[in-house]
């Protein structure tokens, strides 16, 4: 099956192939999508720069990621970037921003790379998506998918187990009203989160929690307490979904006058460089991010299973624990909810 056949099977030109495979935003959503299943169906992988990687391609790995924007994907792509260059590989490294299409997209360009093996830490992974790594012939490497196929690694975090730890901190502190901050509400990552934190709470989570759905942004964070203004809910506490938008809680906080955790206590979720230098130090949950780069590098790079289907075909479960971190951030529930401190403060403004 080539490239015309693919076209053909499409009803569109080979150029719009073309654009597709390489990730240009020019083609409609629905032309998209009408390729993407042609190129499925056609178990279709463009070989790209075939002649430029043949002689080093057993020594180039793929990496795909939600957001580098993120630090907490930033930081395992450092991590694996710097474990390939001790040990002569390269990295190919590309985001997603989210979206499952362009993941589709980024594993079909990188797979057409003829990479050595391809590392996915994404959150928004899904059964397709998932099939056609197991079907790649290359070490592959996942980060939560919830049905790993068996030729395939997945690296599963604790995140629920993290959460239950941030929300026994916080009752242990006196807190019984705390709002939940978070964002991509449909991805696996995010809602595992969710329901620990409403599971960690009790038959009287909805009255003792609010749930605010935001972009993951530090705006999303700060956008999330503005929000928080005008919801009739009074919390002592805020857990965020991840740093970056606990961040952004902070930044508004601190604009409305709101002192943390003397009235607000705040905390984050994976432990990112950050955490540690914002005012205050917060308090979140670690992710060993070193533990899931080594495992994702051995994984893709180990001798024995570079072109060796029999290898190959046998995939992993990997476990990572994860831990609280106590900083300055949280404190004793306050006696004075603060959101009547913000809503004064957003009415003199």
């Not at 624990?321 to 403060?345: F, M, N, Q, W, Y």
Request: net charge neutral; proline share 4%; charged share 25%.
């Amino acid at each position: 099956m080539n490239l015309h056949d693919v076209a053909r099977k499409a009803g569109v030109s080979i150029a719009t192939v073309s654009r597709v495979i390489n990730g240009q935003n020019v083609v409609r959503t629905a032309t998209r999508r009408r390729v993407l299943a042609a190129l499925e169906q056609s178990n279709y992988y463009p070989n790209i720069n075939a002649r430029a990687l043949s002689v080093r391609s057993n020594r180039v790995i793929a990496l795909i990621v939600s957001s580098l924007l993120n630090p907490y994907f930033a930081e395992i792509y450092q991590m694996v970037d710097e474990l390939a260059q001790q040990k002569g590989y390269e990295v190919l490294v590309s985001d997603t921003d989210y979206s499952p299409t362009r993941l589709a997209e980024r594993v079909r360009l990188m797979l057409g790379r003829r990479v050595a093996g391809l590392g996915a830490v994404v959150s928004e992974m899904d059964e397709e998506v998932a099939q056609v790594l197991a079907r790649s012939r290359i070490p592959v490497v996942v980060s939560d998918v919830q049905s790993r196929p068996p030729n395939v690694t997945n690296i599963h975090v604790n995140c629920a187990k993290g959460m239950q730890r941030v929300v026994d901190h916080l009752r242990s502190l006196g807190h019984q009203k705390i709002v939940f901050v978070d964002a991509h509400p449909t991805l696996d990552s995010i809602t595992e989160r969710r329901k620990a934190f409403l599971d960690e709470l009790g038959p009287l989570a909805e009255a003792q929690s609010e749930i605010f759905t935001e972009s993951e942004s530090l705006e999303g964070g700060r956008q999330a307490v503005r929000d928080l203004l005008t919801s009739g809910f009074n919390p002592t506490a805020i857990v965020c979904v991840n740093d970056r938008m606990a961040m952004g809680v902070l930044k508004e906080l601190h604009e409305h006058g709101v002192r943390v955790p003397q009235d607000m206590s705040v905390t984050g979720f994976d432990n990112t460089i950050y955490s540690e230098y914002v005012s205050p130090a917060l308090t979140t949950v670690d992710i060993d991010r070193k533990k899931i780069a080594r495992c994702l590098f051995d994984t893709l790079t180990q001798p024995k299973l570079v072109g060796d289907s029999q290898a190959i075909s046998a995939g992993r479960e990997i476990f990572i624990d994860t831990h609280l971190v106590l900083r300055e951030s949280t404190g004793p529930a306050c006696s004075k909810p603060a959101i009547p401190i913000l809503a004064r403060a957003a009415g003199a403004r």
